[in-house]
């Protein structure tokens, strides 16, 4: 995406409120450790039936290692 813009459409949508200020929050793809930990987080999203972002941050909040492996990604993949 950032070396070949003229390939990709990138359109950002407004943050709502309560994700303001976390910084401690990553959904993003770019590593195989991403993946990973997103391909284990929308199993356990999947077995509660899904719902919307707020499940999601409940799910984040009741599993601290996904929290902690965002944040060591984070770490190692600030540009």
Request: hydrophobic share 40%; net charge negative.
């Amino acid at each position: 995406m950032y070396t070949h813009p003229e390939e990709f459409s990138v359109r950002l949508l407004p943050l709502p409120d309560y994700l303001e200020g976390r910084f401690d929050l990553r959904f993003t793809l770019d590593t195989m450790d991403d993946f990973t930990l997103l391909q284990n987080l929308y199993a356990d999203f999947k077995a509660i039936n899904g719902g919307g972002v707020s499940e999601l941050l409940q799910l984040v909040k009741q599993h601290p290692d996904y929290r902690a492996k965002m944040l060591e990604n984070i770490a190692k993949n600030e540009k």
